[in-house]
């Protein structure tokens, strides 16, 4: 009997591999960004597509690879982030024993803030997983500042001299090590902050957090924690004399 009694023969584009995951076949369709960030992209794209594509039945849609990568690690970032605030906020209390001198020196993780989203800002750079994770690094490396300035004004105070006296000489004392603080963080990641090259999308972010943070920080430190501090202690320090 001839095969074209019972069959029609004909040429049809499929698959050339049919993949499994979970005893469920699955097709995977991948493109690549350029020009934007990859959140925002995702979330167009997801509109559209609900809007456009219907599904026949027992079909689902899964948005993975890199995004999924991406949801997951702000999860744990989402996590971190506090768990790091916290810890700092209890360090600085074992250091200085009061509850003033740790919300004091704690401005400081709002001077690493203001930095981190000013550098991000200027530079046009799109916050994401590296850019946070920087935002850890340079809260724990701000507060080195305030800990080195309310220190020595806190010694000063010790020492009998005036409440202006001791912020005076606390900063001018201390302008040596927070400036070293800053450029042996800023200087180091500059080259990184600076890349273009294959990859710096993912440090990039990152080193222009911590460089312009720093700087910023520093400055902040400088000029507005003296502040805070005299007014912290003007009540008291008034009363003492």
Request: charged content about 15%; proline content about 3%; hydrophobic content about 50%.
């Amino acid at each position: 009997m001839p095969l074209k009694e019972i069959a029609t023969i004909d040429y049809h584009t499929g698959p050339s591999f049919i993949y499994r995951e979970g005893n469920s076949r699955y097709i995977g369709v991948g493109f690549n960004i350029e020009g934007r960030d990859l959140g925002s992209t995702i979330a167009e794209a997801k509109k559209k597509v609900v809007k456009e594509v219907k599904l026949p039945k027992n079909h689902k849609m899964t948005w993975a690879g890199e995004f999924e990568s991406k949801e997951r690690a702000a999860k744990q970032l989402a996590m971190v982030v506090p768990i790091s605030l916290v810890l700092i906020l209890m360090l600085l209390y074992f250091n200085f024993g009061n509850m003033k001198d740790t919300l004091i020196s704690s401005i400081t993780l709002a001077f690493a803030f203001i930095g981190g989203f000013l550098s991000l800002w200027f530079t046009g750079t799109i916050f994401g997983i590296s850019a946070g994770i920087g935002f850890i690094i340079l809260f724990g490396v701000a507060t080195i500042d305030g800990i080195v300035l309310i220190g020595v004004m806190k010694e000063n105070l010790q020492n009998r001299m005036s409440l202006k006296e001791s912020i005076a000489l606390g900063v001018q004392s201390r302008i040596r090590p927070v400036v070293m603080i800053a450029l042996m963080g800023s200087m180091g990641l500059l080259p990184a902050a600076m890349s273009n090259g294959m990859g710096s999308e993912i440090q990039k972010p990152l080193a222009i957090m911590i460089v312009g943070g720093l700087i910023i920080c520093m400055l902040l430190s400088f000029t507005v924690l003296p502040i805070i501090f005299h007014y912290a202690y003007r009540k008291k320090h008034k009363e003492a004399i």
